[in-house]
């Protein structure tokens, strides 16, 4: 994992950066808001091959 304030790599379990002194956040697990919304990115795919059609 990395600092989120300066970038360096960190050991997993250390609470705060050795480099910076930022607190780590350890924010594992958030992977279903990316899978929460399909249609809409659906729709801009679909708008962008419009885009591409149209200007053909
Ligand atoms: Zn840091």
Redesign the pocket.
């Known amino acids: 994992m990395f ?1 989120e ?2 970038g ?1 790599s960190l050991e997993t379990d250390v609470k705060f ?1 050795a ?2 002194g ?1 607190r780590i956040h350890k924010n594992v697990a958030k992977p279903s808001i990316k899978f929460s919304k399909p249609s809409k990115k659906q729709s801009v795919i679909l708008a962008s091959a419009a885009v591409v059609v149209a200007s053909v």
Do not use: D, I
Request: hydrophobic share 0%; proline share 0%; aromatic share 0%.
């Open positions: 600092c304030s300066c360096s950066c480099e910076c930022t």
